[in-house]
């Protein structure tokens, strides 16, 4: 059983309860420390692009043309994803946007255009290794020199990603998972970035919190599931050192979350 897939298939069908989701927590774990200034040099002086890929409701790519507004000028912001449905949420804005139904590959193939930040959130496990090396490739020669890709993913290492990986697939009801070989801890991220041209990492461990109601309602967890996976995540919580409560029926996990920023040499 490929866990990825079905997470994916379950997104596809699912987006809008993954943008309550977001929009109930917050979710932008250490995107504070993207500063401007982190992000690009103060000599950009032309008009930036801004582009979103994989976009989902586009919150991350909002959420950093927002912050780069106040020292750059912006061209425009570009969201694309494969999901027209996920496209239909994207926040309005001053900012002028451009909202693009494509598979990311397609798109970055066919683009003859730069674009300075590139924002890949929550997507990269999308694809199998093999694919992100020629994701990034792409994405690479889309940017200039000086330009900055932010890839922000879960779990920082393969046991906590295991952890994720499984109570997804409990939360569906699966009895046992095959791990997909999707998941790239950010070091070795790191090198396949590095190969591909880009530079002057930065990395930064936040936290997201997971509850159990959202994985609920999105998987049609019964009560006695419930019951099971409360007992097994909070076993396995203690021995991952992941903070773990249960409040009005509900369980709450802080997750691991990456944020590396990169430099295009
Ligand atoms: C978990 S969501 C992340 C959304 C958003 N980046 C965020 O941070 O909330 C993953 C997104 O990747 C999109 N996606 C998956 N495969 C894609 C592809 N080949 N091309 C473009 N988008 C894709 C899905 O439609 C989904 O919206």
């Given at each position: 059983m490929k866990i990825f897939a079905l997470l994916r298939d379950q997104f596809q069908k699912d987006g809008g309860s993954y943008l309550a989701y977001l929009n109930r927590i917050g979710d932008f774990p250490n995107f504070e420390l993207l500063t401007p200034e982190c992000l690009l040099s103060k000599k950009k002086k032309a008009p930036l692009k801004i582009l979103d890929l994989a976009c989902g409701p586009g919150n991350a790519g909002d959420y950093l043309a927002r912050k780069l507004s106040g020292r750059f000028s912006i061209e425009k912001v570009i969201y694309v994803d494969i999901n027209a449905d996920r496209l239909k949420t994207i926040?309005?804005?001053?900012?002028?946007?451009?909202?693009?139904?494509?598979?990311?590959?397609?798109?970055?193939?066919?683009?003859?255009?730069?674009?300075?930040?590139?924002?890949?959130?929550?997507?990269?496990?999308?694809?199998?290794?093999?694919?992100?090396?020629?994701?990034?490739?792409?994405?690479?020669?889309?940017?200039?020199?000086?330009?900055?890709?932010?890839?922000?993913?879960?779990?920082?290492?393969?046991?906590?990603?295991?952890?994720?990986?499984?109570?997804?697939?409990?939360?569906?009801?699966?009895?046992?998972?095959?791990?997909?070989?999707?998941?790239?801890?950010?070091?070795?991220?790191?090198?396949?970035?590095?190969?591909?041209?880009?530079?002057?990492?930065?990395?930064?461990?936040?936290?997201t919190v997971w509850d159990i109601e959202s994985f609920s309602k999105k998987f049609d967890l019964n009560k006695n599931q419930y019951g099971e996976l409360k007992s097994w995540a909070a076993s396995r919580c203690e021995e991952m050192g992941f903070s773990f409560k249960e409040e009005n029926n509900n369980l709450y996990f802080e997750v691991p979350v990456y944020v590396l920023k990169g430099i295009k040499a």
């Open positions: 926040p309005n804005s001053l900012i002028p946007r451009e909202i693009v139904k494509s598979d990311l590959f397609d798109f970055l193939d066919k683009t003859g255009e730069r674009y300075e930040v590139v924002v890949l959130r929550y997507a990269i496990y999308y694809f199998p290794l093999a694919e992100q090396s020629r994701l990034l490739e792409a994405v690479a020669s889309a940017m200039p020199k000086g330009g900055c890709c932010v890839v922000s993913s879960f779990g920082l290492n393969d046991g906590e990603t295991g952890f994720l990986t499984e109570l997804s697939a409990k939360a569906m009801g699966l009895k046992s998972i095959h791990y997909d070989g999707c998941y790239v801890p950010p070091k070795d991220l790191k090198g396949r970035m590095k190969a591909r041209g880009f530079l002057k990492f930065e990395l930064s461990k936040g936290v």
